[in-house]
């Protein structure tokens, strides 16, 4: 893979033999994701050629989950964690984000690094922000044309979390609810989170 590559040349990760067989190797970090940010801020120079490949593998690593304290990976002003205000001063002053005193936002020049990391979609815009954001407006949509009878048994208590992801499962389908038998099988695609953000709705917790 070309970032892993453009990791390995940098020193943020080594080659390291599998076992004690020495024909087997496998590519492993060399320090933790904490340490990353300003290591390769001082480790890559104006024009390097690898620029492309380490600002996505940086991408990858700061907004994709990989430490605990991850960058922003909305276009909106942030205020990056310590250990990351070198390496988002050298993106600033390389284009891929603005700078205001301690905040930065990212650019358009960023996109590129963002949507081959999967971060952002096709506009952009956070993946995970835009998928939260469709999902809210489905869940208003199934609360608000819900069955009665299951509406009170959320709201009462009486519908236990379990009972609604099944109802979901087995009753919508395509923005709308359908009959169904409480005995058909069924199966879970995306239903819990649709249940716990409907429970959040009813002023219940799971």
């Known amino acids: ?11 943020v990760m080594h ?5 004690a067989d020495d024909a087997v190797t496998r590519a492993v970090f060399s320090m933790n994701a904490t340490e990353m940010p300003d290591f390769l801020a001082a480790s ?3 024009g390097d050629p690898r620029i492309a490949q380490i600002v996505q593998s940086f991408v990858a ?5 990989y430490s605990r304290d991850v960058l922003s ?12 205000a070198t390496a988002m001063k050298w993106l600033a002053r390389h284009g891929y984000a ?7 936002r990212w650019t358009d020049r960023i996109g590129p690094a963002m949507r081959a ?3 952002w979609n096709d506009q952009d815009r956070s993946v995970e922000a835009s998928e939260r954001i469709e999902r809210d407006a489905e869940c208003e949509l199934i609360w608000s044309t819900m069955p009665d009878t299951l509406k009170q048994g959320v709201k009462s208590g009486r519908v236990s979390f379990f009972d609604l992801v099944k109802a979901l499962a087995l009753g919508w389908r395509d923005g709308r609810w359908r009959a169904h038998r409480g005995d ?10 649709l249940a716990r953000r409907i429970f959040e709705l009813a002023g219940r917790s799971e």
Do not use: K, N
């Open 1 to 11: 893979m070309a970032a892993e590559q453009a990791l390995l040349a940098v020193g």
């Open 15 to 19: 080659v390291e033999p599998v076992g």
């Open 44 to 46: 890559i120079g104006d």
């Open 61 to 65: 690593i700061a907004c994709g989950g």
């Open 73 to 84: 990976d909305q276009r909106d002003w942030f205020e990056p964690p310590p250990g990351y």
């Open 98 to 104: 603005e700078r205001e005193q301690h905040a930065f």
């Open 117 to 119: 990391s999967q971060i």
């Open 184 to 193: 058909e099988p069924f199966e879970l695609s995306g239903q819990t989170l």
